[in-house]
Each structure stands twice: as structure tokens, then as C-alpha cells.
């Protein structure tokens, strides 16, 4: 049973333009939120994360959206670079659980010229 | 970036051998993780440790196995590979095990069984 869900695979956009990555989650009790980025034959990396009593983080181009009540988070990438593009992984954790992360599936995002 | 190393960074293995995976961290952080990745399936908790010789299972522990006798070395043994287990593997480090805690994630291991 798949707790977090990225249901995008890939996602292609223009340089210059907004990219908005999309995941929804199952579990209610889920407390913290985070975004990876992974190149190819790389390690995921830290983008940005969001607390669940919070509703958005911003960290200077990407942003963070978070909707509880539609178990929802989106992020937001402006304006889209070249260099972003990559596939992120949204995650999400449950206090207490030495840091134990769900991923979702991740999403392929293409960013053209 | 974190100082996290993985080796061997490509293994081809066969059927029913016996494999060990080698993550070394020079950071101290007292958690260390073992993912897998797969097409379909992002990466899934394997095993992980809060400090030596303290370990328990992930969501996908069944067919391996983990130590860790020193802070900074946490091994990832499968007994006998099979052709399931062929796949990419991260360790990762955290220092707190509060949620929210940012794991940081080594350049991952391609492992093939044949």
C-alpha cells in the first residue's frame, strides 16, 4: 500500500517558466514533509521540507505548499532552470520514528530550453 | 555534502552468492539507513540502525541482513542474492531521530544478480 503518491511520472517544462510537482499521502499521522532531488548516479539530495503545522515554506526559488485537509503538498519551482532538471521525490515522516522516510515514486521533471 | 561512502559502487553477482554492501560516513551522526530503489517503487526503508550494534527492519528487510559494530560503518549483507534483489542501494545518515530529520544519502551501489 503505497502511503505517499507522486502520480506524475515525468513533467516537462520551459526554462524560465513554473514547475509544480504534485503528492498526495494516505496517512494522516504523517508530521513532516520533505522534497529530494536526484540526478542520475547520484544520491538523492535535500531540497526543502514543511511541518505539517505549517502551510508553506519558501526557500528562495522553490516553495512548498502543504493542505492537510486534502492530504496534499505541491512543489513549486520559479522560475525553472536547465539545472533542475532531475527526479524528486517527495517523503514524509512520522514523529518518533528515528527519521524514517516513505517515498513516493518520484517525477521526472524536464526542464527545455 | 555529506561525508557518506558506498562500496563496492557496482557489483554483478550471481544467483544464491552471498553479498556485502559497505557504507562509511565520517560525519558521527548516530543513524544510519539502507534503501533500495526500483522503477515503480521509489526508495523503500530496508534496515536502519540508532547506534552500534542497535538495529531493526524497514519494510523490506525480508533476505537481508545488517550490522554495525562501529559508528561509521554500517554493513548490508544479503545471505543469498536473488534475482529480486537486483536493484540500486543507498545508505543514509541522520542525527536526529526527530521527524523531520534530513537524511543525507550516499552515491548508491548498482548491484545485478544474475
Known amino acids: 500500500d503505497q502511503q505517499v503518491k507522486q502520480n506524475s511520472p515525468s513533467l516537462s517544462v520551459q526554462e524560465g517558466r513554473i514547475s509544480i510537482l504534485n503528492c498526495d499521502y494516505t496517512?494522516?499521522?504523517?508530521?513532516?514533509f520533505l522534497w529530494y532531488k536526484k540526478y542520475p548516479a547520484e544520491g538523492p539530495t535535500f531540497l526543502i521540507s514543511i511541518s505539517s503545522i505549517k502551510d508553506k515554506n519558501e526557500d528562495g526559488r522553490f516553495t512548498v505548499f502543504l493542505n492537510k485537509s486534502a492530504k496534499h503538498l505541491s512543489l513549486h519551482i520559479v522560475p525553472s532552470q536547465p539545472g533542475d532538471s532531475a527526479v524528486y521525490f517527495c517523503a514524509a515522516s512520522l514523529t518518533g520514528t528515528a527519521s524514517k522516510l516513505t517515498f513516493g515514486t518520484g517525477t521526472r521533471l524536464q526542464v527545455t530550453l | 555534502d555529506a561525508g557518506i561512502t558506498q562500496s563496492p559502487r557496482h557489483k554483478v553477482t550471481e544467483t544464491g552468492t552471498p553479498v556485502t554492501l559497505r557504507c562509511h560516513q565520517t560525519e558521527n551522526h548516530r543513524y544510519m539507513y539502507w534503501y533500495r530503489q526500483d522503477p515503480g517503487h521509489g526508495l523503500r526503508l530496508i534496515h536502519y540502525?540508532?547506534?552500534?550494534?542497535?538495529?531493526d527492519k524497514g519494510e523490506v528487510s525480508d533476505g537481508y541482513s545488517v550490522s554495525r559494530s562501529k559508528t561509521e560503518d554500517f554493513l548490508l549483507t544479503l545471505e543469498s542474492a536473488t534475482s529480486s534483489q537486483t536493484s540500486v542501494y543507498f545508505c543514509?545518515?541522520?542525527?536526529?531521530?526527530?521527524?523531520?530529520?534530513?537524511?543525507?544519502f550516499g552515491p548508491g551501489t548498482r548491484l545485478l544478480v544474475l
Open positions: 496517512n494522516s499521522m504523517f508530521d513532516y
Open positions: 543514509a545518515i541522520s542525527e536526529s531521530r526527530l521527524a523531520g530529520g534530513i537524511l543525507y
Open positions: 540502525s540508532y547506534g552500534v550494534k542497535d538495529t
